[in-house]
Each structure stands twice: as C-alpha cells, then as structure tokens.
C-alpha cells in the first residue's frame, strides 16, 4: 500500500495550487510582473524630477541607483545583508523548531492544547513589535532582543498553523488509516503529518515573513549593522538615498525568503499536484 | 497708441508694482529652529547667546512693531530632524551643529552661515558613578551612547581617534541627549558621549561621573556651530536677516559681559539644566570666545576641519566648500553699526590671538 493510494481516497480541498489550471506562458507571466515596478519607478522619478517632493527627501531613482553601486562596490550592502540574514536564519531556526514541536503537541493532544490554547491564541493578537517595549526592559537593546523578538514571531505562527494544521486532517483520512489499521505512528507519518504540511508551510512562511519585517524595525534601534541599521542611519546622516536602497533590499530579500519557502513547499506537496495531474 | 491701451498699460505696470511690492513684503512669521529640547521637552535651552536671546524674548520684540511673529521649534531629535525640516521648506533660520549641518549641505540644501555661534566646543564621557571605566581606552566593547548624525557623533569619533580606537571598537546606542541621560541613569548603557553641560547636571544627581572632558585637550578639536539661513528666505528677506543678526549680536555682546554672567546663566537655567552646571560647565573656559559672534579665521577652519572629518569618517560622500558657505556679511555689518568691532578677540587659522579684544577681562 502507498502514499498516493491512501491520497487518492479522498477528495483533496486545499490543493496547495487551486486555480493553477490556466496559467499563461512564462515571458507573458514575467512581463504582467513588471507592469506595477515599472509604474512604480515612473511615479518615483516623476515625482523627483517634477519636485512634487524635495530631491533631499525623496533622491531620484538614478541617485538612488548610483548609491546602490556605491554601496554594493564598497563591500557596505554586503555587510549589512548578511548581518541581517544572519540575525534572522538564527532566530527562525530556533523559533520554528520551538514552534513545530508545540504545535504538533497541541495538535496532538486535547489536554495540551486545553492548556496552552487559549493564551496561544491571546499573544497570537499582539503584534510582534507590540513586545518592544516589555523585552527592552527586560533584556535590554542588545542582539539578543533581536533574536528574541524574531523568534517569538516565527514561534507563535508556526506553532497555531501546526496544530491547526493537523486539527483539519479531514476525518476520512483518519478513518482510512485507522481502516488500514496503521499504528498511531504511521498514521501520524503516512496521514496526518503530510496532510498537514500546507498549512504548516502557511506558518511557517508567514513567521519568516513577520520575522523579517520586525527584524528591520528592531535594527532601528539595535546595532551598527543590517539594513534596519542602514535605514536609520541614512536618515540620521540625511542621505535619503540609503534608506530607498535599503527598502528595496528588504523588500527583494524578502521575497527572495518567501519564493525560497514556497518551493520547498512544493517539494514536500509534489506528491499531491503529481495526484491531481494523474 | 489710442489713451485705452495707454490707460491699461499704465495699470498693468501698477499692479506689478503692487504685486512686486507685496512679494518683497516682510514676512508674517520668522520659523527659528533649535536643536534639541530643555529638561523634560522644555521649549527653553542654555549654553548659547541664542538661547539667551530666546529666554529674553529679544527677537520677539524687535519683531513686534512690524506685525512679525518668531515661531520657535526646539528639535528632540536636533540636527537630523533640522535638515529634513529645512529640506521640506518647514523653517528659515536655525543654529545648527557642525556634522549636521554639514551633511545637510552635502545632500543639497541651500543654506547660509550667517553667524557664529560657538566654537571649541566641549565634549564630555559620562559612565555610571561606580563604573570600572577610567579612560577613553577602557570604552573598548562597552554600549556608549552617542546621537548619530549630530555633532556629538563627530566629536566623539575625534576622541576616540585620538586615543586609537574607532567607532567600531565600541558597541554604538544611537539615542538622543535626554534618553542617552535616562539609559545611563538605568544603566542600560554603560557611557555616553555628550557635549554642554548635561554631563555637569549628570554628575549632580549623582548618576554619572566624568571620565573625559574636552577642556584643555589639545589633541582633539572642539566643535562649531552657527546660524543657518535658508538661501530664499535670505534672498527674499535680507533686511529681516540683518535686523536678526543684529540683535543676536547684541545678545552676545550682553552675554560676554562679565557682569551679567550670573543673570545670563540664570536665564539658561530656565531648560531645567541648573545654573551651578551651567557654571562649572563654562570654568576654565575662555568664555567670551566661545561666546563670540565673529566669523573670524579660526571659526572658518573650525569648519573646515570638520568637513574634512565628516567625510574622512564617512558621514558625507559628497564636499562641501566651507568658503561658499559662510557669508559673513550680516555679522560684519551688525559688529561695525553697534561699534564692537574690538569686543572680541579674532583668532587666526592656528587659533591663535591676531587682534586682541579692547574689552579687559577682570
């Protein structure tokens, strides 16, 4: 008995592609994506070159560009990405591991989740930067609040999205397992987990994306490193032009972390999507 | 030409009088700018004849008779905060420390030094009382407080220098003078940089001791600050410029009198730094030069010093040519109308006495 035989007995909803069916060619797909940058960078140099604002305040694109070589030529952008990746990587390690294992536990267990479930769900309500202030005092502004701030943001996503996960295994998947008379185990490893995994990947892609905002934020106030550091400090030194550069970095980056995520995602599904095409 | 055309031009050039006339108009309002707040957000501040000036209410006055308001903004987050105000055409004249004004020139902005407002500027390093810190040296690996992008930052990145370290060989609290006061009471810091008499109050309220001060060291130059004037308000109101400077100069020459030394730091005490800082802060300064108004040489390569400094730390990517910049024609004018072109002593490029002030000190 296989995998895809178990899969097949029932009727997959959350498909991690729905509407998949339908897509255009890549080159038309990749040019409908650069429609809203090209627009956005026409607005940008309009609005610089037609001094809707003032050049000190918002740089042109062109100097904005020119800044990005700079900073790129002297090894500086360098420095503060991998600062930034670093701060992060460390932290979503340790958060989404903390965050698997409770969630998996709340899942699992009614009992656990009776117990923790509630308050979860309560500091699930408050805003990662929300804890700013309380983990200031308590830690002080150091890279360990960093890495705390991180943490607790990939934690608690990872954690809810795993137990919810494994809570919304449809019951005919658990009926058909138990009909195979599979051991809790196997059940957990053959039916539970891989049915799980998309909204686990939900989590987790959501707790790296919080984590990668907040990590920028706290920057601002921590360290002489990492493009939340480069923010700051071009404003603080009045050349506007570092802060555009370094909001572009975060927001590519950003997308970079998330495009990663959403491929291993497909790797750990592509048993579902080869069923779907079958 | 029939008289209708006739009539109609002559009317025509009238109201472009008229409208000229009323562009050259005094403005309804002079936006004055300072950087940094008294205690607690005070809209008072001490350590300058312009803060003088300002508890006084000098400018007000001389304003009053034309119907010219002097709005004052004090900046919390000081030279930063000054530049973007200025960038967003929010303020038309300010005083302003060296490194930000200097990186404000460098990004663009069309600004004058019209007056001197203080030179050899003093910088202390303030730790906690029962610190193990004794030196600059000690600073290695410690969180130091220094509010970047001000003149503290170039000043402490010249003391660090000169004692062989640099900014990366401290762990850098980006915070401004009154937070920096508060982390370093909580010890969530274990020094800061700060420049005036803050580090003196610190010190009386027993939270900080003094490990450093900028008195007497020779090897690190003190910071500068002036008056900063944007371009089109200067362009479009240079009789306004001038009857500013005029008073100024008027409150530094007050200011510099012995005699009213005490009334003077008593009108400073109204920021809620006490009058005894402010004095201890000023011993064993030469305080009518550092109360001076006159852009002599050495106030001009103060700046020039610093705009080397700036960009040799890196603050700046573009120059600035300090000679384009400083247009002391206004202090110049004020100095010979109220005859106190002898009041104070000028000081070549060495920092050196070149005309000695007619004034005998007591």
Redo the contacts between chains.
């Keep these: 008995m296989s995998r895809s035989a178990l899969a097949s007995g029932s009727s997959i909803r959350f498909s991690p592609r729905p509407f998949a069916a339908g897509r255009a060619p890549a080159p038309v797909r990749i040019l409908a994506g650069l429609v809203l940058p090209s627009a956005l960078l026409l607005l940008w140099h309009n609005a610089s070159t037609r001094g809707w604002a ?4 918002l740089p042109a694109p062109a100097v904005a560009w020119s800044s990005f070589l ?1 900073l790129l030529a002297s090894g500086d952008l360098r420095t503060h990405v991998q600062a930034s990746l670093i701060r992060v990587l460390i932290s979503f390690a340790l958060g989404s591991a903390a965050g698997l294992a409770l969630g998996l536990a709340m899942g699992l267990s009614r009992r656990l989740d009776d117990l923790f479930g509630a308050v979860f769900h309560g500091i699930n309500q408050v805003p990662t930067l929300g804890w700013l202030p309380v983990l200031i005092v308590v830690v ?3 890279d360990r609040l960093t890495h705390i701030l991180i943490a607790q943001a990939v934690f608690v996503s990872v954690a809810i999205n795993t137990q919810r996960g494994i809570r919304q295994v449809p019951e005919r998947l658990v009926e058909v397992a138990r009909a195979y008379r599979l051991s809790r185990t196997q059940s957990l490893r053959k039916v539970v987990l891989p049915a799980a995994v998309p909204q686990i990947f939900t989590g987790i892609r959501f707790g790296l994306a919080n984590g990668w905002a907040s990590l920028v934020v706290v920057e601002l ?1 921590v ?2 490193e990492g493009l939340g550091y480069l923010m ?2 071009g ?6 032009d570092l802060v555009l550069v370094a909001i572009v970095a975060v927001g590519i980056i950003g997308w970079i972390l998330d495009a990663g995520l959403a491929r291993l995602e497909g790797t750990f599904t592509a048993w579902r999507t080869g069923e779907a095409a079958a | 030409m029939n008289t209708w055309k006739l009539k109609f031009a002559t009317l025509a050039v009238a109201a472009a009088a008229a409208f000229g006339m009323a562009r050259a108009e005094n403005p309804k309002v002079i936006r004055f700018g300072y950087p940094g707040t008294g205690t607690g957000g005070r809209p008072y501040v001490g350590g300058s004849f312009v803060a003088y000036a300002r508890a006084a209410g000098l400018l007000e006055q001389e304003f009053k008779n034309d119907g010219i308001k002097v709005d004052w903004t004090f900046f919390k987050l000081a030279g930063p905060a000054i530049n973007e105000a200025f960038a967003n055409k929010l303020l038309d004249v300010t005083l302003l420390g060296d490194q930000a004004a200097i990186a404000g020139r460098a990004g663009g902005l069309n600004t004058k030094i019209v007056l001197a407002t203080g030179v050899r500027g003093v910088t202390y390093v303030v730790v906690p009382p029962d610190s193990p810190i004794q030196s600059i040296q000690d600073l290695k690996g410690k969180r130091v407080a220094l509010f970047r992008g001000t003149a503290i930052q170039l000043a402490a990145n010249r003391i660090l220098e000169a004692n062989g370290l640099s900014e990366k060989d401290i762990r850098v609290v980006n915070m401004d003078g009154l937070a920096a006061q508060a982390a370093l009471a909580s010890k969530d810091i274990d020094a800061l940089f700060t420049i005036g008499s803050g580090a003196l109050q610190n010190q009386d309220q027993g939270i900080g001791r003094i490990i450093y001060s900028g008195k007497g060291d020779d090897k690190v130059i003190g910071y500068a600050s002036g008056l900063l004037v944007d371009g089109d308000f200067e362009k479009a109101n240079p009789q306004i410029v001038q009857r500013i400077v005029n008073v100024l100069v008027k409150a530094a020459q007050w200011s510099s009198d012995d005699r009213n030394r005490d009334a003077l730091l008593q009108s400073w005490a109204k920021s809620g730094t006490s009058y005894s800082a402010f004095k201890r802060d000023l011993a064993g300064q030469d305080v009518r030069a550092i109360l001076s108004p006159v852009i002599d040489d050495y106030y001009r390569e103060t700046w020039k010093k610093a705009v080397a400094d700036v960009k040799r730390f890196k603050f700046i990517r573009k120059d600035v040519d300090v000679d384009q910049w400083i247009d002391s024609r206004y202090v110049d004018n004020a100095l010979k109308a109220q005859g106190l072109e002898n009041n104070w002593t000028r000081f070549g490029a060495d920092g050196k006495a070149v005309r000695v002030s007619a004034v005998q000190e007591p």
């Design positions: 003032p050049p000190q305040i700079d002080g502004i150091n106030l360290g002489s700051s400090w404003r603080q030194a009045f050349q506007l």
